[in-house]
């Protein structure tokens, strides 16, 4: 049964009220038990009323007090387990019990990263194009318009679906010759390739902005970022011996789109952007890679990898300090060709925003804005607009 279907939430509905229905009935067979034995009730029906109490199980002593623990022990896995399923379909952090269990593993392999990092998507066109077929989403969270890949990353060795969305422009006959802009969409940890499209909405709230033109016709992806069981954070990074995730979402991704959709090399039309976890992602790879992104939007986001605790790059030192956006900025061969609209509140990346602000050098250009919002999605989703309405004046529509 799927984890974030509405089945199995009204499963958990029905377990906790059969678990209070269970409980109440235990408490009133207790307490009628209790009434048979009060004084003045002849002998023979106290003891026929406590046969009756033992066959029913209502018992005396140490097996009562079990049932009555195992009882409240049961009340309480179910509504923990609701309150779970609520608070993971709002806001989409699992979507299949390989990822709530740390047992699912997409890496398949894990070969020499490419010796060419600073090449752009072009340099992979003598290659076979990756063409892919593409199905709905199995989730009633996300929109029936966002399609659905299983990709077999051929640089990365990373297998793992990538979500899709075209902009209302896309399928109009009088568009039909023009390209579109892509934003690459950076879910937190734990996150779903799901949750742009679902708690945050990202579709539904740009379709009619891009409509009027507010906002750039973008192609919107999102990636699987959890690839490793054991509930670990790869950092988006390529760690010799465990994962490319670097590679994953910075060249095994973008050409898939790029062999399947409308849209071009070049990078002044990507765009990557994420929060938490995902905006730590999205301002290193914007950073490592200005030959492949121009821009990226950074939500509550970090510079250094340990900033999450379950962070793969965080236990090695040496990647603990290459990962770290700031890093990646200052030591820059050239200053990377790269803009960066990075929010935050003080304690929470509003300080790490800072820093980058103060260590770019033309043309680099960060811009930090402060939010009082908690590190939840109800902070994030609102600004979708505003950002994209940023991200618009960086990448204009393509003509």
Same mark, same amino acid.
């Given at each position: ?200 909405? !990202? ?17 919107? !992806? ?16 390529? !760690? ?125 250009? !960060? ?33």
């Amino acid at each position: 049964m799927q984890l974030t279907g509405t089945p199995f939430f009204v499963l958990t509905i029905v377990l906790f009220v059969a678990s209070i229905g269970l409980a109440m009935l235990q408490w009133v067979r207790a307490g009628g038990s209790r009434a048979s034995e009060e004084p003045g009730l002849p002998a023979g029906m106290g003891r026929a009323a406590r046969r009756t109490r033992r066959r029913r199980g209502g018992g005396t002593g140490p097996l009562r007090t079990l049932g009555f623990l195992g009882t409240v022990l049961l009340c309480q896995v179910t509504a923990v387990t609701m309150v779970f399923v609520m608070v993971n379909n709002a806001n989409l952090l699992y979507d299949n019990w390989g990822d709530l269990l740390g047992t699912g593993n997409h890496v398949r392999a894990v070969p020499a990263p490419p010796t060419n990092p600073n090449a752009g998507l072009k340099a992979d066109a003598g290659q076979a194009k990756v063409i892919q077929s593409f199905h709905p989403v199995d989730d009633s969270a996300v929109p029936k318009d966002v399609q659905e890949t299983d990709l077999k990353g051929r640089l990365s060795g990373v297998d793992g679906e990538v979500l899709v969305w075209t902009p209302p422009q896309y399928n109009d006959p009088a568009y039909q010759n023009k390209t579109f802009p892509v934003v690459e969409l950076l879910a937190g940890f734990p996150g779903s390739s799901s949750a742009w499209f679902g708690s945050m909405d !990202v579709s539904k709230q740009l379709a009619p902005l891009m409509t009027s033109g507010q906002v750039t016709p973008f192609i919107l !992806v999102s990636p699987r970022v959890t690839l490793l069981g054991r509930n670990t954070d790869t950092g988006c990074s390529d !760690v010799p011996g465990k994962v490319n995730a670097e590679t994953w979402l910075s060249r095994d991704v973008p050409q898939m789109v790029l062999d399947n959709f409308r849209t071009d090399a070049s990078p002044d039309h990507w765009a990557v952007a994420g929060y938490s976890a995902g905006a730590h992602c999205a301002s290193k790879l914007a950073l490592a890679h200005p030959n492949i992104y121009r821009a990226a939007i950074s939500m509550s986001g970090y510079n250094d990898p340990a900033a999450e605790s379950d962070s793969l790059t965080a236990k090695d030192p040496t990647l603990r300090q290459t990962q770290n956006p700031l890093y990646i900025l200052t030591h820059a061969a050239t200053p990377p060709n790269v803009a960066i609209y990075v929010t935050g509140k003080k304690g929470d990346g509003y300080e790490d925003a800072v820093a980058l602000q103060q260590a770019a050098k033309a043309p680099t250009a !960060v811009t930090p804005v402060e939010n009082n919002g908690a590190h939840l999605v109800s902070t994030w989703k609102p600004m979708v607009p505003t950002a994209f309405e940023w991200l618009s004046k960086i990448i204009p529509a393509t003509h």
